[in-house]
């Protein structure tokens, strides 16, 4: 009797559950400040001449080749959480990121200078005429970025490992001061058209972040990780069939950017939903942040015994909090005066995104879960389930572009949220459906070890 009363009074650990948010807000603020990346540009473009045809090359072309080229190396954090536990893995994961920066820095600068580029931005993407020539300026200065972006996740996965998230945060304020500067002197001057202010920006604020991170890092690597005991665990096999799943996953999600822009490029009102999808699903990003940050603080803390418990307490927490501020913005004047006064998009693509984004009411929810489930996904070293809920997530969102092809009188803006919002769902479906086996695993630890 007396266990079951004070099972009941500890049900909320505040202590734990102080010590998840200890590790979780400094990487939800480098999140969420980094989500504000996006709806600065997209601002700042808006206030510059020719908004639709800027946002929409930018929205519509660079980022989304940006994002695609940085792909097979954007986990390199998770791995360097879960992997760099001596100084002869760390130095194996450093070798790895260095070689594949290099030579993806070498595929972007090919794209963006060759006749490639007009494969891919005209023939694969199929955009507007219009943008093609102001978003081949946006990519070129945009070069720094995927080289910048593996240097600095991978040190910054060493700092999370020995509890510097903070370091993460104040890197993130150097990244969103230097975009918001170089806005600034873009804005008052009008100096380049907006895409290649806002790639310029982009490029040299991933590039200043990376600096700081690395030397933050190196200086943890000399006094904390090279004290490890060394092992033999982390073989080059080891590594890869570790991290070839989650490169996989990181390019199988980087693929919804561009195949969104196919679609919309080919749906009713093309220039107005690529101008507008920058702006949103800038916004959109914002509020999944809260729930992406997650993901690293149950990969550090579920191999603590008793923890899963505390864990799952705060994703429900979080879940809750961030519905009702989502539900409480999208149904007030608040987003109207976020998508026409602050964003500065005209009054009739403004109505557009507000419609468009109260279709994104469980984003929170769902952002969350993905991040407990594939959380322990990378816990359970079984990481082939995440690629493969990825892959599952794409084809939906094409099931639903190819449906809405048909529908000749829907908006393509609102076809792309429908999709969104289905890629979201069946992914976390199926990243739950890979994690319950590691999830019974630990549940059974913790109830031994109590």
């Not at 060394?230 to 996953?249: H, K, Q, S």
Request: glycine letters at 6%.
């Amino acid at each position: 009797m007396e266990s079951k009363t004070q099972s009941k009074t500890n049900f909320f650990d505040q202590k734990a559950l102080n010590a998840i948010t200890k590790v979780w807000w400094p990487l939800a603020a480098s999140w969420v400040m980094m989500a504000a990346e996006q709806p600065v540009l997209s601002a700042t473009i808006a206030r510059l001449p020719q908004p639709e045809i800027n946002l929409a090359a930018y929205g519509g072309i660079v980022f989304p080749i940006a994002l695609i080229i940085e792909a097979p190396i954007i986990m390199i954090l998770a791995a360097s959480v879960a992997l760099s536990r001596d100084n002869k893995s760390f130095k194996k994961i450093h070798k790895f990121m260095m070689i594949s920066g290099f030579l993806l820095t070498v595929l972007h600068l090919l794209i963006a200078v060759t006749p490639l580029y007009y494969i891919v931005a005209e023939k694969i993407i199929g955009a507007p005429a219009e943008i093609i020539e102001p978003a081949r300026l946006g990519l070129i200065v945009l070069l720094p970025w995927t080289w910048s972006i593996g240097y600095r996740r991978f040190y910054q996965g060493v700092l999370i490992r020995y509890g510097h998230s903070d370091a993460v945060g104040v890197g993130t304020i150097i990244r969103i001061t230097t975009i918001t500067g170089v806005m600034l002197v873009g804005y008052f001057t009008h100096w380049y058209p907006g895409v290649v202010v806002a790639g310029f920006a982009q490029g040299l604020a991933v590039l200043l972040e990376a600096i700081y991170a690395g030397h933050r890092g190196r200086a943890v690597v000399r006094n904390e990780l090279s004290r490890e005991p060394e092992t033999d665990e982390l073989t080059w096999p080891t590594f890869y069939r570790y991290y070839v799943p989650l490169a996989m996953t990181s390019f199988i999600t980087m693929l919804w950017s561009p195949i969104c822009s196919m679609a919309l490029s080919r749906l009713p009102s093309p220039l107005e939903s690529l101008a507008v999808w920058p702006v949103l699903s800038g916004t959109i990003f914002l509020f999944r942040s809260f729930g992406i940050a997650f993901n690293e603080v149950v990969v550090a803390m579920l191999d603590q015994h008793g923890m899963s418990r505390h864990l799952r307490q705060f994703a429900m927490i979080l879940i809750g909090v961030m519905t009702i501020v989502l539900v409480v913005i999208s149904f007030s004047p608040l987003v109207r005066f976020w998508f026409e006064d602050v964003s500065a998009l005209p009054p009739a693509y403004a109505t557009l995104a507000v419609y468009a984004f109260r279709m994104i009411l469980l984003i929170p929810c769902l952002a969350t879960l993905q991040s407990w489930y594939q959380g322990a996904i990378l816990y359970g070293k079984k990481t082939r389930g995440i690629p493969e809920a990825n892959g599952l997530s794409i084809a939906a969102a094409i099931l639903v572009f190819v449906v809405g092809y048909f529908m000749k009188d829907t908006v393509g803006l609102y076809i792309g949220m429908a999709a969104y919002m289905m890629t979201n769902v069946v992914q976390t479906l199926w990243l739950w459906v890979r994690s319950r086996p590691i999830m019974a695993e630990v549940n059974l630890r913790d109830k031994l070890t109590a």
